[in-house]
Each structure stands twice: as structure tokens, then as C-alpha cells.
T-cell receptor, first 114, second 115 residues
Framework: AQSVTQLGSHVSVSEGALVLLRCNYS??????LFWYVQYPNQGLQLLLK??????LVKGINGFEAEFKKSETSFHLTKPSAHMSDAAEYFC????????????FGSGTRLQVQP | DGGITQSPKYLFRKEGQNVTLSCEQN?????MYWYRQDPGQGLRLIYY???????QKGDIAEGYSVSREKKESFPLTVTSAQKNPTAFYLC??????????????FGPGTRLTVT
């Protein structure tokens, strides 16, 4: 069975500082990995995804993530935080083509201080 | 514009009443999903459907029912058997087929409050 662990339910950074949100997964097969962002009372928006190929994935809004198979990690980073980045971020994994559903982590709320 | 619509945005019901949440998509996606979101718990899968007239239970299907009579629509009924129905409900869709990247597109959600 697959699972996703997001370390840190709340992360606070200063505007302009590095953003690092951690995600570790467990999977018996090569997974598909996703990061989504959710603003208050809204649906989820896809930031980026890893399927195959290049392990460093670039997404929208300046975010990127690196798939590290040896560490079973898919951490999300952004070099310089902006106030508009304040939101909740979810890591998700899919490995079951038959079900095609995603397993989500519990989320990390990012706070950006001025 | 293509997308997923959920209605209503906010829904209030009395305990013991069934309630149906609407989900419509015009993305021509084969697969559709319902998730429940509670604070600090991420999203949990309720039901999913990969094709019209077929659906499967997810991880927390008890107290819920769905139908998939049309490709565009996947309504969710929260029955009186659901013990803790107050939550934020999200509908999603994705392309079907045997390949693909399983990327899901989400609607804006419905916040259900049962008192």
C-alpha cells in the first residue's frame, strides 16, 4: 500500500526566504508524484508532477521539486517566498493504474511573514 | 472555459436528512472522484468512477452513495447513515485510458454543515 508523509503541518518563512516543504512516500512500484496547492475555501490546483524522466521538476509560480528514489522523497522548494504563497500544500502519490486515485498527505500550511 | 463545477458552495442540513452534492465537468474526462477533507487530515477518497454506469468505493464510502449516469456528472449523496457528515467535499476528474499521468483536476468544493 502506498502512503505519503508530509513533515511539518505548519511552516513559517519570511518573505524572500527559501521555502522547503517535505514529502516522503512509500510505494512498491515507481510512483507518480504530485504537489497541489489549496487557498482557503477553494479546490486544489496542481503545482507540478513527476511521472518519468528528469527528476527535477519545475512547476508554476516558481516552485520546483526533486524526485529522489533512494530517499523516497519529493520535497517542494521555492528560492524566494512571496506573500501570495501562503496556502496549504499537499503532496500526493499514485501507483495503482487500476484505481487511478491519488493518496494525499495530510498537508502543510505555509505562512509567509512580511 | 473547461472545468469542474460544484454546487452549492455552502450547504446546511439538519441531522437525519439526506443531501446531494452536485459535480459537473466539461473536460471530457472519463474518470471522476469524490474526496472528503477534514482539518489536518488531508483528502480521503469516498468514491470514484472510471466510466459511465460504473463506480467503486474508496477508503471511506460508508454513509455515502453516488451515481454516474452521464459522463459529465457524478453526484454524491450524503445519507443519514454518515455519522460525521460535516466536512469540505471536493470533486475531481482525470483522463481515462490505460496510460496517462493520473493528474486530477479539482472543483471549488462544497462545504457541508449538518446540525
Amino acid at each position: 500500500a502506498q502512503s505519503v508523509t508530509q513533515l511539518g503541518s505548519h511552516v513559517s518563512v519570511s518573505e524572500g526566504a527559501l521555502v522547503l516543504l517535505r514529502c516522503n512516500y512509500s510505494s512498491s512500484v515507481p510512483p507518480y508524484l504530485f504537489w497541489y496547492v489549496q487557498y482557503p475555501n477553494q479546490g486544489l490546483q496542481l503545482l507540478l508532477k513527476y511521472t518519468t524522466g528528469a527528476t527535477l521538476v519545475k512547476g508554476i509560480n516558481g516552485f520546483e521539486a526533486e524526485f529522489k528514489k533512494s530517499e523516497t522523497s519529493f520535497h517542494l522548494t521555492k528560492p524566494s517566498a512571496h506573500m501570495s504563497d501562503a496556502a496549504e500544500y499537499f503532496c500526493a502519490v499514485s501507483e495503482d493504474p487500476g484505481r487511478r486515485a491519488l493518496t494525499f498527505g495530510s498537508g502543510t500550511r505555509l505562512q509567509v511573514q512580511p | 472555459d473547461g472545468g469542474i463545477t460544484q454546487s452549492p458552495k455552502y450547504l446546511f442540513r439538519k441531522e437525519g436528512q439526506n443531501v446531494t452534492l452536485s459535480c459537473e465537468q466539461n473536460l471530457n474526462h472519463d474518470a471522476m472522484y469524490w474526496y472528503r477533507q477534514d482539518p489536518g487530515q488531508g483528502l480521503r477518497l469516498i468514491y470514484y468512477s472510471q466510466i459511465v454506469n460504473d463506480f467503486q468505493k474508496g477508503d471511506i464510502a460508508e454513509g455515502y452513495s453516488v451515481s454516474r449516469e452521464k459522463k459529465e456528472s457524478f453526484p454524491l449523496t450524503v445519507t443519514s447513515a454518515q455519522k460525521n457528515p460535516t466536512a469540505f467535499y471536493l470533486c475531481a476528474s482525470s483522463r481515462g485510458g490505460t496510460g496517462g499521468t493520473y493528474e486530477q483536476y479539482f472543483g471549488p468544493g462544497t462545504r457541508l454543515t449538518v446540525t
